[in-house]
């Protein structure tokens, strides 16, 4: 017979082993992890400028200053919100529309995937180099072409006039994303049932009309999730940006990380830069729990059904 | 012999026929035009870059849309050596051999003890680990200099591969822990039946089983670290101990003018990357969705 006696020693053991296990791991991410991003909210309290010791407290003076009177933040916040919202109303379609094409078990449709998937490895460095060189005004690709089919007056200096700078960097985001969406929802798309397609056709449905009104909604699910993850992943990113534009020309490329990068690495405002910092991750935070809760509901939903 | 409304049906069903097998054959090159046009998009500027990878400036600027007449393979050389981009090559080897490796080794660890083992905190730790998925690596940018200088570490490669570490766990224990959710209770039992201790259990059993989920977990991480630039951008100072996307960035301001090399690095870093991805297309493409819809 199991006394008490060892049944706790048993107890003991593998609970000895679970913080074994997960030590190495949570040592690393504790320290360069949780508590940078513990940090900053305290450095954000500061006047700082990154190199010398000295601090001085001001307490949320930053944040003052960056919701009342940084027109920079304001305009890159609008700016992320633009490609966000454009990878909602653009990306997410484009990428079920292909998928749709993709799910007709064409015969290279295997050749397709593995190119739409391509941009999704390359780094966004080299991604954003590419496109630079296809922009410029007086050897790029894209304005040759252009000239090519008469449209000489249609040219402009792309990355270089901040009227179309924004939208040659989106053209460049949806480059990158389009296929990894439709990657996603291709997958997503085989779960569903090849009868639910028959019986579409046999009531007539055309095709377009099957993709807006049956396949769309049985894989709002998925699409959930994309949206939710396109809008962060738009707080997120910096690299694509970066090697385009910086930024430029006039903040017409401004997002919020780029904006962060050039208070903290240009003007040596760290303590400034912290308190975007700190702005990033409460948005962040809160399209997290919008997710989480649209989960749970799901979840929920799922357990009725 | 055949009446009258049997004949007229035939024939209607014949050109219904007809009719659907024409729509058929035009929505098939609807199709494919949409798809060889998006085709065009995607692979254009790849295309591109390689052709000008190999013409010199003159060709460059003279001749945009024909093929390189005298293929000038030295632009690869002088981008390798001359713009000491063989360093920077070796620098991410280290780095992201080294990050990859210490993941896919403390990764299934932390993934099984949070899957099968109970030991108190479990709960708040799986959500703290859950957490890195979502914040930006930017936010904590700033503390994570200041650390680095604090320690030392500034310009050493551990500088890039901690902080690659500690951001690339999140999803990977994610990873680990479903598939080792997902192992039967009835090994467990036979493994003690079998006389096996715990942590037997976990090197004997339990991780060889996982080596799929460990790989797929490695080469994901091998291709989102070597990507990786800004740790590389804030956290190493000598150009000596630059990784690829941050020495192509230099690259573009120093090679502005030598355009062959410039489009010789751009594939020389991506090169990589890609060859991972055509090996292992089908696991980048299951781990990646994934991974886009836990972390984004």
Redesign the interface.
């Known amino acids: 017979m199991i006394g008490l006696h060892d049944l706790k020693r048993k ?1 003991d ?7 074994a ?2 030590a ?3 040592l ?2 504790l ?7 513990l ?2 909210a305290y ?1 954000s309290l500061f006047n700082w400028a ?1 190199i010398s010791k000295l601090k001085t407290f001001v307490g949320l003076d930053n944040y003052a200053e960056l919701i009342f009177r940084d027109e920079v933040f304001r305009k890159a916040i609008v700016n992320t919100a633009v490609i966000a919202l454009q990878s909602i109303v653009i990306q997410i379609p484009a990428a079920l ?2 998928s749709v ?2 799910n ?1 078990r ?1 015969a ?1 449709g295997r050749l ?15 991604t954003g ?3 630079s ?2 922009y410029d005004p007086s ?1 790029g ?1 894209i304005n ?1 072409l252009l000239g090519v089919l008469g449209l000489e007056r249609l040219q402009p200096a792309w990355l270089g006039d901040p009227s179309t700078a924004l939208l040659a960097v989106i053209i460049t985001i949806n ?1 990158v994303y389009v ?2 969406y439709a ?2 929802l291709s ?1 997503a798309l085989k779960t569903i049932p090849q009868s639910v397609f028959d019986s579409a056709k046999v009531d007539g449905l055309s ?1 377009f009309a099957t993709t807006v009104r049956i396949t769309a909604p049985m894989l709002r699910e ?1 699409i959930a ?2 949206v939710v ?2 809008v ?2 738009s ?2 990113s ?2 694509l940006i ?2 385009m534009t910086g930024g430029g020309p006039v903040n017409s490329t401004e997002i919020v ?1 780029t904006h ?2 050039k208070m ?2 240009r003007y040596m405002r ?1 303590g400034y ?2 308190a975007i ?2 702005c ?2 409460l948005i ?2 809160a ?2 729990a919008v997710q989480l809760k649209a989960m749970k509901v799901r979840a929920a939903g799922r357990r009725e059904g | 012999m055949v009446g009258f409304p049997e004949r007229v049906e035939a024939r209607a069903r014949y050109s219904l026929e007809r009719r659907k097998h024409h729509k058929n054959i035009a929505g098939r090159v609807l199709l494919y035009a949409v798809l060889g046009f998006y085709s065009l998009y995607v692979l254009y500027p790849l295309f591109w870059v390689g052709v000008n990878s190999l013409k010199d400036n003159q060709a460059f600027f003279e001749q945009p849309w024909s093929m390189p007449v005298n293929p000038r393979w030295e632009n690869y050389r002088e981008a390798w050596v001359g713009g000491r981009l063989g360093r920077s090559f070796a620098n991410s080897m280290v780095v992201t051999g080294l990050s990859v490796l210490s993941i896919a080794f403390i990764a299934p660890m932390a993934g099984y003890a949070l899957a099968r083992l109970d030991f108190p905190l479990k709960r708040p730790l799986f959500y703290l680990f859950l957490s890195g998925m979502f914040v930006a690596p930017v936010t904590g940018l700033i503390p994570l200099v200041k650390l680095m200088r604090s320690l030392g570490l500034v310009d050493t490669c551990w500088t890039l591969i901690l902080p690659n570490i500690a951001y690339g766990l999140p999803l990977s224990i994610f990873m680990m822990r479903s598939f080792f959710v997902g192992i039967p209770r009835s090994i467990d039992d036979a493994a003690t039946a079998y006389g096996l201790s715990r942590w037997q259990m976990y090197w004997l059993i339990a991780l060889p089983m996982s080596v799929p989920t460990v790989n797929t977990v490695a080469i994901l991480q091998t291709v989102y670290i070597w990507n990786e630039f800004l740790f590389s951008l804030v956290l190493v100072r000598s150009p000596e101990r630059f990784t690829m996307p941050r020495a192509l960035m230099t690259f573009k301001g120093t090679f502005i003018t030598a355009f062959g090399p410039l489009n010789a690095a751009v594939i020389l870093s991506a090169v990589p990357t890609i060859i991972v991805y055509f090996v292992f297309a089908d696991r980048i493409r299951r781990g990646m969705s994934m991974g886009f819809s836990a972390k984004g």
């Open positions: 107890r053991s593998e609970s000895l082993m679970g913080v296990l997960a190495p791991a949570l690393v991410f320290v360069f992890f949780v508590y940078p991003n940090e900053v450095l990154g529309a292909i094409a993709l007709r064409l290279l397709f995937m593995t190119i739409f998937f391509l941009p999704t490895v390359i780094s966004l460095v080299a180099m590419i496109w060189l296809m050897f690709s040759l480059w296929g990894l990657v996603i997958s095709e998925v999730v994309l993850m396109s962060s992943g707080f997120k910096f690299d970066w090697s990380t962060l990068y903290a690495f760290s830069a912290s910092g700190v990033i991750f962040c935070l399209i997290t």
